[in-house]
């Protein structure tokens, strides 16, 4: 295969020559794109996928017929700061006579804000921002933004820019903070690109009111998704319920708040008789769940106590939707047979309620309008509005089998949780709808698999796997023969093992060494529990922003600098392993221990009932568990190599790798070394290391 094509150029290309395999991702991109369709392309690192999309969609979206927004979807904010670099290089090769892209980088309200309300807990936040905005109490949203409305469209600037810029924003001489979000949202359907987190398009809940804001609508977008293997699991994450008895009382005692409220009001006469109605018919109905929801929490903590004995903490049985329907409907039954009586007997103090096919919708919808007064030592989200979101959940997706109930038995009286098992009920919609869409990852494997997890199977879908532009010789990959992580052979002995295997690659490698595992528990046990003499020990911690992450760099270019090498611990799947740019060849290599498959859990035995029956048999664990699991540690696998410079060595600490399923999930251009020692895996990565210097170590 030819890696690049001679004499082939794009428009908005982000630099003067083409990477190998980049000039292929463009025209297959431009394809999708002109027929209005989607591309998935599993695009390994070096291919250089962002500068390719923007290359693909801007050529579409500023030259093709109407023009188009490019919405670059990503899930991280550490990916933002590489968007707009990119568009920076665009600009600089366009020619005096072309007009630059221009790009709007915007993130969580919250993290956008200029005030020092920005340090308060989300919940407490929203509720004053929200309340600043309404009485336009908020000088900074109110003010006049023209002057950084205009540094917008003149320059990029990545996110943390335009929030500075709004902080020291000047007007009449004097200074005048804007709210950088606002701006931010008022200037996105002027621009090229709109770089913002996934939520923007694929939360339901979201999506409308952010497009209004924006003054977009889908038919205008052209989508690209950054680190789109992480999609499906967003979107059932963004439909990930929780509701409680306490919960349910609580929403019970906001709306009784709520009516007295709106009774008070109601002397002016602005309510109709039916809306009061509905709020009493409400109100009757909560208090006859509080009870119900009370006795049948009660029967499932005991069911899950006797049916999984698997667990001591935590227990798990699958709910039935049934069960909550049946719940639900006999409350409205016992209200509405009140009523009934009540009517016969001619008071009138109680009315019928909405029709049966509407009772659950109305409850729901009455539910998200209630306001009440909270307490800021406490600022929590309103219990109503999370109930009212469980109803929305099951009225969109409870008569299908893609939504499952686990009850779990954490907590004082358990908790009940939603889970989608099919994200492509959220995503098709979206899909269809949008101009086109440029799907990439560099572990996009099989890009297939996605292609059906997101809906996305009509003939306009096209899906490319390109191989990596790292010869094997600049990065090998060796197997260990005789370790795992697999439950039944874990022990000191093993752990020994592993920690030999680690310390044979910290002593041939000249540099820092990454390890990945799969949980923070395993990561301690075996890195944290010996001396590992000629390097430092750093570990990852659950608590680590973006500024930890971004010194992180900072710390290990230093300390290459001084000639200190860093033990660097991460878990699979977190800031460390995926979304971080180890710029300059910092990391010599990485070490994976185990594979991180999901432990066993009534959602994941869900996930994968439904997936065998939707696509077939062997596909449940093949897509439901293995193939995630592989694709977290290849994101790992590709961390120590971001250009051609570079040149690292990588063990994959478990044998499972050479053995299928887990084998079969593996790219196929990986041929690794299989290894049966750790002197062995030792002497393989100092001989390479001796033959093939890096051509960024300082």
């Not at 920690?499 to 540099?511: D, L, N």
């Not at 540690?633 to 399923?661: E, K, M, S």
């Amino acid at each position: 295969m030819k890696q690049v094509a001679e004499g082939k150029s794009f428009k908005y290309q982000a630099h003067e020559s083409l990477r190998p395999f980049q000039d292929q991702m463009i025209e297959e991109a431009l394809a999708a794109l002109n027929s209005g369709g989607s591309l998935i392309a599993a695009a390994p690192t070096g291919i250089g996928k962002t500068a390719a999309a923007l290359a693909a969609a801007l050529e579409i979206g500023k030259n093709v017929g109407e023009r188009k927004t490019i919405m670059f979807l990503t899930g991280r904010q550490s990916q933002h700061r590489i968007i707009v670099e990119t568009v920076r290089d665009i600009n600089n090769r366009l020619g005096d006579d072309e007009s630059p892209v221009t790009l709007v980088d915007m993130i969580s309200t919250q993290k956008m804000c200029v005030l020092p309300i920005s340090g308060e807990h989300p919940a407490l936040f929203n509720n004053l921002c929200s309340e600043a905005r309404s009485k336009r109490t908020c000088k900074p949203f109110i003010e006049e933004n023209d002057n950084v409305t205009a540094a917008i469209l003149k320059h990029p600037m990545h996110v943390h820019e335009l929030v500075e810029y709004a902080k020291g924003n000047h007007n009449e001489g004097f200074l005048a903070p804007v709210c950088a979000w606002k701006t931010a949202r008022e200037n996105a359907a002027m621009v090229d690109i709109v770089v913002a987190d996934y939520n923007h398009l694929f939360h339901d809940n979201i999506r409308e009111a952010s497009l209004t804001g924006m003054g977009l609508g889908l038919e205008n977008i052209i989508v690209i998704v950054d680190e789109a293997h992480n999609l499906p699991d967003r979107i059932r994450g963004g439909l990930e319920r929780r509701i409680t008895p306490e919960m349910v009382r609580n929403a019970s005692y906001e709306f009784e708040e709520y009516l007295e409220t709106m009774v008070a009001f109601n002397g002016s006469g602005l309510l109709e008789p039916d809306e009061l109605d509905n709020l009493r018919w409400a109100f009757d109905v909560l208090g006859r769940l509080r009870k119900s929801f009370s006795s049948w929490f009660r029967e499932l903590f005991s069911k899950a106590e006797k049916a999984d004995t698997k667990r001591r903490e935590n227990k798990q049985i699958e709910v039935p939707m049934s069960e909550f329907f049946a719940v639900l409907n006999e409350a409205f039954d016992a209200i509405a047979s009140e009523a009934l009586q009540t009517t016969l007997g001619k008071a009138t103090t109680k009315i019928r309620g909405p029709e049966k096919v509407h009772r659950m919708s109305t409850l729901c919808n009455l539910l998200k309008l209630v306001q009440a007064e909270q307490d800021n030592e406490d600022p929590r989200d309103l219990a109503a509005h999370r109930f009212a979101e469980l109803l929305d959940a099951v009225i969109r997706y409870g008569e299908s089998s893609a939504l499952a109930l686990v009850f779990e038995t954490g907590g004082t009286h358990g908790t009940l949780v939603s889970h989608l098992l099919d994200p492509s009920l959220v995503a098709k919609p979206v899909f269809d709808k949008v101009a086109g869409s440029l799907l990439m990852s560099g572990t996009l494997y099989p890009p297939e698999m996605y292609a059906n997890m997101l809906g996305l199977t009509s003939e306009s879908t096209r899906t490319i796997a390109l191989p990596s532009p790292f010869l094997d010789k600049r990065r090998p990959i060796a197997i260990t023969g005789d370790a795992t992580t697999l439950y039944a052979q874990r022990g000191p002995q093993m752990t020994a093992k592993i920690q030999s295997y680690v310390e044979a690659i910290v002593q041939a490698t000249p540099g820092h060494v990454a390890v990945f595992a799969p949980s923070y528990y395993m990561l301690n046990e075996i890195l944290d529990s010996r001396q590992w003499p000629g390097i430092r020990l750093l570990l990852e911690e659950r608590e680590w922003n973006k500024q930890r992450t971004d010194r992180l760099l900072q710390d290990l270019e230093e300390a290459r600098q001084r000639g200190t090498r860093i033990l660097l611990g991460g878990v699979f799947g977190g800031k460390l392993a995926e979304g971080i740019d180890y710029h300059n060849n910092l990391l010599d290599s990485a070490v994976c221990i185990g594979i991180p498959m999901s432990p066993p859990s009534v959602e994941s035995k869900a996930l994968q009932r439904y997936l065998q029956d939707k696509f077939g048999k062997g596909k449940g664990f093949q897509w439901g568990a293995v193939q995630p699991a592989i694709n977290s540690v290849l994101q790992a696998v590709g961390r120590p190599i971001r250009n051609f410079g570079d040149r690292a060595f990588i063990l994959l600490l478990d044998n499972r790798h050479d053995r299928n399923p887990y084998k079969s999930c593996l790219p196929s251009e990986i041929q690794p070394i299989i290894t049966h020692s750790p002197e062995t895996a030792g002497t393989i990565a100092k001989r390479f290391f001796d033959k093939t210097p890096s051509n960024n170590s300082k």
